[in-house]
T-cell receptor, first 112, second 116 residues
């Protein structure tokens, strides 16, 4: 079974630039999550989708972050404009049931 | 607010030593509990989980964890660690929120280094 795919794996940008991350969940998984993991901390949920509807985006900084999940499959997370404090690993996860989650390799973002 | 606390940020052990990593959570409702592991250069993967039943759960690679409801704890143990256990370990609680959805809340992680 193929796992959760993410791209790119690494991204370096300057502050105020824009960046987008892509996630392809495990086939058939209805729930998709985006997490932010800052160095030295555990992953923090940014947004959760159930199919293509948003379930929880309470911790998403909506002035600069946006996410969508078209057709209930792939998802993109965008940051516009980026700040230095956005430097982190962005993890995508998916789940068939909303309980056990399967994680992708993450995208390491460095904002200079 | 719901939270997960991992007591040790860094642990250094010699091979064959016993391991116990502490995890406490704050949430009054029904919880599902997880330990995830992240080996160097790899993605997060599930080590073990507790949903219900026997509070002593066994996971992969000889790891086990015990759910003690009265202490809100879910400590991870392994009787004899190996160099290949060097990794970062995350405790997580899946809490149910109003609106009928579940949310996974992670601890800050414990970085384990095992020396040969």
């Amino acid at each position: 079974e193929a796992g959760v795919a993410q791209s790119p794996r690494y991204k370096i940008i300057e502050k105020r630039q824009s960046v987008a991350f892509w996630c392809n969940p495990i086939s058939g998984h209805a729930t998709l999550y985006w997490y932010q993991q800052i160095l030295g901390q555990g992953p923090k949920l940014l947004i959760q989708f159930q199919n293509n509807g948003v379930v929880d985006d309470s911790q998403l900084p909506k002035d600069r972050f946006s996410a969508e999940r078209l057709k209930g499959v792939d998802s993109t997370l965008k940051i516009q404009p980026a700040k230095l404090e956005d430097s982190a690993v962005y993890l995508c996860a998916s789940s068939p049931t909303g309980f056990e989650q399967f994680f992708g390799p993450g995208t390491r973002l460095t904002v200079l | 607010a719901q939270s997960v606390s991992q007591h040790n940020h860094h642990v250094i052990l010699s091979e064959a030593a016993s391991l116990e990593l502490g995890c406490n959570y704050s949430y009054g409702g029904t919880v599902n509990l997880f330990w995830y592991v992240q080996y160097p250069g790899q993605h997060l993967q599930l080590l073990l989980k507790y949903f219900s039943g026997d509070p002593l759960v066994k996971g992969i690679k000889g790891f086990e964890a015990e759910f003690i409801k009265s202490k809100f704890s879910f400590n991870l143990r392994k009787p004899s660690v190996q160099w290949s256990d060097t990794a970062e370990y995350f405790c997580a609680v899946n809490a149910r929120f109003s609106g009928g959805y579940n949310k996974l809340i992670f601890g800050a992680g414990t970085r384990l280094a095992v020396h040969p």
